[in-house]
């Protein structure tokens, strides 16, 4: 069964400091993984993908994520945090019927 | 130009009652799915449509009930609402069961 955990419930950091966010998943197959982005009040916008091939994706908004086989992770960083990064984020695996991690909710101190 | 929209954006109803949530995509994907985001912002999926059919039905009670006029829409009605059905709902789609989901703006459902 697929499952995803996202071990930080919340994280702060300061504005300019840099960012790593967790996912583990558990797939039967190659996973497909996402990560997801929630503003206060909106919907879920994708910052970026994997599939396959290179490990190290690159997203929107200057995020990347670097998959992991061995440690079956997909973890989400950023360089510098700005304070328009604060929202919740969401590691989902899978495709038809995405299973969700629980959200990680980040705040950003300035 | 909006890509998947819902209507309405809120919904506040009394225990007991019915009501549906409409959902469009014009992206011409053949896919559609309803999530459910609970108080603690956990995403479910409940239902997936691939062309018209029903392909995922998570356990979810038979008080809801998807409808799918066509590829472009996929309604979510619910009967005899519950305290527990206050949640956000979010509609999706995709083209193809592998395709890359694009989610709309979200319902917010509140039952009093």
């Known amino acids: 069964a697929q499952s995803v955990t996202q071990p930080d419930i919340h994280i702060t950091v300061s504005e300019g400091a840099s960012l790593e966010l967790r996912c583990n998943y558990s797939?039967?197959?190659?996973?497909?993984l996402f990560w997801y982005v929630q503003s206060p009040g909106q919907g879920l916008q994708l910052l970026l993908k994997y599939f396959s091939g290179d490990t190290l994706v690159q997203g929107i908004k200057g995020f990347e994520a670097e998959f992991k086989r061995s440690q079956s992770s997909f973890n989400l960083r950023k360089p510098s945090v700005h304070w328009s990064d604060a929202a919740e984020y969401f590691c989902a695996v899978g495709l038809q019927g995405m299973r969700f991690g629980a959200g990680t909710r980040l705040t950003v101190k300035p | 130009d909006t890509a998947v929209s819902q209507t309405p954006k809120y919904l506040v109803t009394q225990m007991g009652n019915d009501k549906s949530i409409k959902c469009e995509q014009n992206?011409?994907?053949?896919?559609m799915y309803w999530y459910k985001q609970d108080s603690k912002k956990f995403l479910k999926i409940m239902f997936s449509?691939?062309?018209?059919?029903?392909?995922i039905n998570e356990t979810v009670p038979n008080r809801f009930s998807p409808k799918s006029p066509d590829k472009a829409h996929l309604n979510l009605h619910i009967n005899s609402l519950e305290l527990g059905d206050s949640a956000v709902y979010f509609c999706?789609?995709?083209?193809?069961?592998?395709?890359?989901?694009?989610f709309g703006p979200g319902t917010r459902l509140t039952v009093l």
């Open positions: 797939y039967g197959a190659t996973p497909y």
């Open positions: 992206l011409g994907h053949d896919t």
């Open positions: 999706a789609s995709s083209q193809g069961t592998s395709g890359e989901q694009f």
């Open positions: 449509y691939n062309n018209k059919e029903l392909i």
